[in-house]
């Protein structure tokens, strides 16, 4: 799935926030650690910081 322009430019901008060490919401951060996996660059901005989450330990949110 590939992300939107504007979503693709939340998603670097809270994880580069994340990596440089600033405050971020709770909510932006469990959003941007879902949606991390759609983006290399954001992944590994992630990764840096300690708080990317593997696709296969995050929690399934699928509603039956």
């Known amino acids: 799935m590939a992300l939107n322009d ?3 430019a939340r998603l670097r901008t809270i994880a ?3 990596k440089a060490g ?3 919401s709770e909510m932006n951060l469990k959003w ?3 949606n991390a ?3 290399d660059t954001a992944a590994a ?3 840096s910081a300690g708080k990317y ?3 296969a330990d995050q ?3 699928t509603e039956v």
Do not use: C
């Open 37 to 39: 996996i759609f983006d």
């Open 16 to 18: 580069s926030a994340v």
């Open 22 to 24: 600033d405050s971020v």
């Open 45 to 47: 901005d992630l990764k």
């Open 59 to 61: 929690e399934d949110t």
């Open 32 to 34: 941007a650690q879902k």
């Open 53 to 55: 989450i593997e696709a």
């Open 6 to 8: 504007p979503t693709l």
